[in-house]
């Protein structure tokens, strides 16, 4: 892999006016701050739509887009939202996704912006020409004709035309904004890093129009449900509750489903990243009725032919296989195989006296290294919480000699920047040098996630003279 280097954030981080980050001018200029800094890359979370925990690895659809990120500034341009409405609309905090006030007020606004579109016909024909999509926008329609109950409780099965317009206008609005985005970045030599949750939400338009790809019985109930055993994260493993898919009728098929979202996914962004890429492998089946995660077993994943069919298709994209957690030899062959980049974590590599893979000398160029993930402690707070025997263990390793630790930032920084792995990505929040709570995510907590936000001052407080120098140093941009 060519050397480089990137910054993680997700959309809902960037600063802005209307209570969470948005696909508009300020998009644009967190893209000439990386052109600045020299980076090569912007790493993004799911775009689709958020769970009622306000967690993109969970959504109605895995093909839609997230309402929240459609820029009212850019509707105003197109006169489809007023001036008053945009003072009315503004955030009263810029520190933190507001989320409640989103749900409560956004669809409210988009609806009145797509009674005012006179596109129509260009927005209807962009739905029609993509099934996935017109599926999102079906299911929402009947969702809201539903009292927003889960799709096995549906009564009502006509939908109100008006609404279901709105659905086409978001999707519309959504995907232009963002093509925008992306051409803006591709001008000033940035690519854009995506990522899909390896499994989709049992209340989602991709069971609901899709339910042969998933283990459901005669009821349209999961049978078993995905998540993960006891790990560092968690003592009792996680309960994701998704549905799991039907593997073997996948395969026979061609894995067409899986296909024609990965294809959705290469228009969106140069790289993707795939979420739990070792439940490819295989993957941890948890009784429908279980209490706890503890309760699951290990099932043989799609494994070679799924990999085979990415690789038929990925064409010039570059696919990351996010290989975390508790991975075997079987696994470690399987990534291998693909010839897909993994993933290493610096956090993950000082915790023990083990020669662990997360350990800088033992990252090979074909990966992606991180100094902590969105599910991490910010790296400030994870050096903070180590113990002394670990924390000496991290500084002597990354050549700090000073006995007040507070200081060893730009030596554990430039220890990434050096060693061998072919994209070193940092969050935004290890940038500006941020202690835990800043943290994007803790797993396994349900409430205060995903919350965080940078102004445009603190973005603006980063030396970006210093991580050119770093890019230019170690050969990196």
Known sequence: MKRSSGVLMHISSLFGDYSTGSFGKN???FIDFLAECRFSYWQVLPFCMIDECNSPYKSYSAFGGNPYFIDLEVLHEKELVTQSELEEYKQKTPYVCEYERLAQTRLKLLFAASKRAKNKDEIEKFIENNEYLNQVCTFMSLKAANGDKKWTQWTVNKVDSDILFMWKFIQFEFFAQWKEITDYAHSKGIKIIGDIPIYVSFDSCDVWGNKENFLLDSENKCSAVAGVPPDYFCEDGQLWGNPLYNWKRMEKNGFKWW?????????????????HFRGIESYWSIPGNAKTAREGKWMPGPGKAFVDKMNEIKGDKLI???????ITREVEELVEYSGFPGMRVLQFGFLG???????????????IAYTGTHDNNTLLGYVWELNDAQRKYLL???????ENWDKCYDSIIRTMFAGNAGVVIMPIQDLLCYGSDTRLNVPGRAEGNWQYRITKEQLDSIDRKKYARLNSLYKRG
């Not at 006296?353 to 074909?366: A, C, I, Q, S």
């Not at 002597?396 to 000073?402: M, P």
């Open 27 to 29: 998009a644009k200029y």
């Open 259 to 275: 296909e024609d979202r990965m294809k959705h996914m290469f228009t969106l962004f140069d790289a993707v990243r795939i979420d």
């Open 320 to 326: 990351i296989a996010e290989d975390l957690g508790d």
């Open 353 to 367: 006296n083990d020669d662990t893979p997360h350990l800088p000398h033992n990252y090979p160029n074909n990966c």
């Open 396 to 402: 002597e390793y990354c050549g700090y000699k000073d």
